[in-house]
Nanobody, 114 residues
Framework: QVQLVESGGGLVQPGGSLRLSCAAS????????MAWFRQAPGKQRELVAV???????DYANSVKGRFTISRDSAKYMVYLQMNSLKPEDTAVYYC????????WGQGTQVTVSS
């Protein structure tokens, strides 16, 4: 069965940076488009960033220019570099396949606050 474990979240001031990591197991990682999602309190889970098996990327408009998704297929890892963080980025961040077929992990909390 697929297991997804997110890490790297924490408390950061506005304008700061964090790098999130997602470790995947039980998945043919290299053939899947992978994605980061987030869910803020009282909000629906939303797509943040996608990276295809070929390395093409796309981002939600709210994070374009600030976030970068990447992957290391040899390590079965996907990353999200988050720069210029804003309070509205506060959420629990999750990784999954882009089509959301894997079971959700526990996510990692990102809190942006002064």
């Amino acid at each position: 069965q697929v297991q997804l474990v997110e890490s790297g979240g924490g408390l950061v001031q506005p304008g700061g940076s964090l790098r999130l990591s997602c470790a995947a197991s039980g998945i043919a990682f290299s053939i899947y488009a992978m994605a980061w999602f987030r869910q803020a309190p009282g909000k629906q889970r939303e797509l943040v960033a996608v990276i295809t098996s070929g390395g093409s990327t796309d981002y939600a408009n709210s994070v374009k220019g600030r976030f970068t998704i990447s992957r290391d297929s040899a390590k079965y890892m996907v990353y999200l570099q988050m720069n210029s963080l804003k309070p509205e980025d506060t959420a629990v961040y999750y990784c999954n396949t882009a089509n959301r077929r894997a079971t959700w992990g526990q996510g990692t909390q990102v809190t942006v606050s002064s």
